[in-house]
């Protein structure tokens, strides 16, 4: 039933098939050329597919994979590949505005021109955002790849070697005759339990959406037909003739196969009971999610003073379900031009102070110098007239007390002892005598 509705086109229009662009393909890098590996060759043809059939995409955010789906020959696709995804940025959740780091969610288109075989980041393919239904709801942003080098700011980035045959798969589908391929950015996968976990979420109606065409691809094993009307996506929708899909406008009246409209009832009716039961289970806790445009607007503001060299907090900073806004202590710049150049300016100013920092501190210590000096010739000269006060003191203390009794003048010392001796009897002879 699938098969005869793929093989009709009524839900494939996404992926035309016709000639290769050659300017689009040509020149590419070595890198670009490098065959997929032979088990992936072999599964895929054990499986019913050329190594230039068709091809897809699917990514989900919370379990970090990418997939390759390809068309087998009765038009219904499978898996061939699984990657762990490198890095992707921002939280769960859509991308609002040019600037937030939200890697986007939705279903987007890749064409030949959007490959790119000489990316900075090793290899790269545009996703194609914004698509019709951003542009629709203003939502901005550029140059949302998955890419290699494993470094994103909005993108999904891979290793080299996983970029390397993500790449080939894509273009061995255009040397194929595929025109453009169908890429889904998924926030997780969109099971019954994982719905129930974030059913409070601000972005659930935006993942309500987005899980109709999930689940068509998951019925089908075709990528839906995608088209914008009323602001929204609707796929596999049938217009009538002369109708079309205006992005902003009212949709037009559609019809779907009734074979399609059954399947997908019989689906949502499997889905709403395992959702009842997923509601009441324990499950884990949801992970991080943007708390839409005004939380983009706060991490775009950040990311132009980071662009522009200001020096901000390492991490963007993230809004609080209570309004509050959280933002990590620690500073840094960006390593760009302009992130450079501030550097070097803030340099120059640090030391500039600290070079005046010095020689106030120099002169501080002179001063003190100084005054240490001062003090200390100061303690000196009261130490010394301490001490010559305690002498003087002790001086007078020990002086023995003056009396009226007059000394005798000193006999002169004889010049020799015969001398003495006639002095003492001359004298004593006198004194008999009266002489």
């Known amino acids: 039933m699938f098969a005869k509705l793929a093989r009709t086109g009524l839900l494939i229009a996404a992926i035309g098939v016709a000639g290769c662009n050659d300017s689009s393909m040509k020149d590419f890098a070595p890198q670009a050329n490098k065959p997929l590996p032979d088990k992936i060759l072999a599964g895929m043809k054990a499986k019913g597919m050329t190594r230039t059939s068709p091809v897809m995409a699917r990514i989900f955010k919370e379990e970090g994979k990418l997939e390759i789906w390809k068309a087998k020959t009765n ?5 061939v590949a699984s990657y762990d995804i490198c890095k992707w ?5 859509p991308k609002f505005t040019e600037g937030d780091r939200q890697a986007p969610e939705g279903f987007y ?3 030949p021109a959007q490959m790119n075989p000489r990316s900075n980041y090793h290899l790269s ?14 939502r901005t942003g550029s140059h949302l790849m998955v890419h290699g080098a ?4 909005g993108c999904y980035s891979m290793t080299d070697a996983q970029i390397e045959q993500i790449y080939a798969f894509g273009r061995d589908a255009f040397q194929g005759g595929q025109t453009e391929f169908q890429i889904q950015a998924f926030p997780f996968r969109m099971t019954a339990a994982n719905m129930a976990r974030y059913r409070k979420d601000p972005n659930y109606e935006f993942w309500k959406m987005l899980k109709v065409g999930y689940d068509n691809f998951e019925i089908t094993k075709v990528p839906p037909k995608v088209d914008v009307c009323e602001k929204r996506y609707v796929f596999n929708q049938v217009a009538p003739d002369g109708a079309t899909f205006d992005p902003a406008s009212a949709c037009p009246a559609t019809t779907q196969p009734d074979s399609l409209k059954s399947a997908f009832n019989a689906y949502q009716s499997t889905y709403e009971a395992a959702f009842s039961g997923a509601v009441k289970a324990s499950v884990p806790a949801p992970k991080p999610t943007i708390a839409g445009i005004k939380e983009a607007s706060i991490v775009s503001e950040w990311s132009k003073k980071r662009a522009r060299g200001e020096r901000v907090p390492i991490e963007p900073p993230s809004f609080n379900a209570d309004g509050s806004v959280t933002e990590t202590a620690r500073m840094g ?7 450079r150049k501030m550097a070097a300016l803030d340099a120059e100013k640090a030391a500039k102070q600290k070079a005046e920092e010095q020689r106030l501190a ?3 210590a002179a001063k003190a110098a100084k005054e240490a000096a001062k003090a200390q010739a100061l303690a000196e000269t009261a130490k010394i007239n301490s001490l010559a006060e305690e002498g003087d003191a002790m001086a007078a203390a020990e002086a023995p007390v003056a009396t009226a009794t007059i000394a005798s003048p000193p006999e002169a010392a004889p010049a020799n002892a015969d001398q003495s001796r006639v002095t003492k009897l001359k004298n004593k002879l006198l004194g008999m005598f009266g002489g």
């Open 362 to 364: 120099a002169i501080e």
């Open 109 to 111: 288109t890749v064409r």
């Open 333 to 339: 710049r960006i390593d760009s031009p302009a992130g």
């Open 125 to 138: 393919f545009n996703i194609g955002y914004p698509n019709a239904y951003d542009r629709a709801n203003g």
């Open 89 to 93: 940025s921002g939280k769960l959740g």
């Open 75 to 79: 038009g219904r696709y499978d898996l």
């Open 150 to 153: 494993c470094s994103s700011s």
